[in-house]
């Protein structure tokens, strides 16, 4: 009689017997983390038929990829979750692609009436950073202004 054993036996091995010796089993693996309360669900499914559309995506010189949004609101986590997702989905696209993980670079520009914001933000393993321009600290008169000389000039 033929044993099939899983194909995934060591993922099952290492699971239960994390599961079984909670308490020694980061410290086993020469990890120092706080110590585990109890396992969580690992499975995270999701049928989804979303078109998440960010504002703009540029393809710089350097062959990195620039996602530029634009922020009117001062919901900083949940727009730096949204941005997450837009990274991952534009890394995801490049190596399905051609078998490259890009370099993703980000910049929020925010509405006059945002005065600060967090440039990044750790969620752990995963932090995200941005660069921010603030539309606060631009003079709105004078550029209004050069605009209008250049018009009148030609």
Do not use: C, W
């Not at 997702?85 to 910049?107: F, G």
């Amino acid at each position: 009689m033929e044993t099939k054993i899983t194909y995934h036996a060591k993922d099952v091995l290492f699971k239960s017997l994390s599961e079984v010796y909670k308490d020694q089993a980061l410290t086993s693996y020469g990890l120092d983390f706080p110590k585990i309360v109890r396992m969580l669900p690992n499975e995270f499914p999701q049928v989804k038929a979303d078109e998440k559309k960010a504002d703009s995506v540029f393809l710089l010189e350097d062959d990195s990829v620039l996602l530029l949004e634009y922020e009117s609101n001062n919901r900083i986590k949940e727009n730096f979750i949204k941005y997450g997702e837009y990274i991952i989905r534009i890394i995801n696209r490049y190596y399905r692609e051609s078998r490259e993980i890009k370099t993703v670079n980000m910049a929020v520009i925010y509405a006059s009436d945002i005065v600060e914001a967090e440039n990044k933000i750790s969620f752990g393993s995963l932090s995200i950073g941005v660069q921010s321009v603030f539309m606060k600290n631009f003079d709105g008169e004078l550029a209004l202004r050069n605009i209008h000389d250049k018009i009148k000039s030609g």
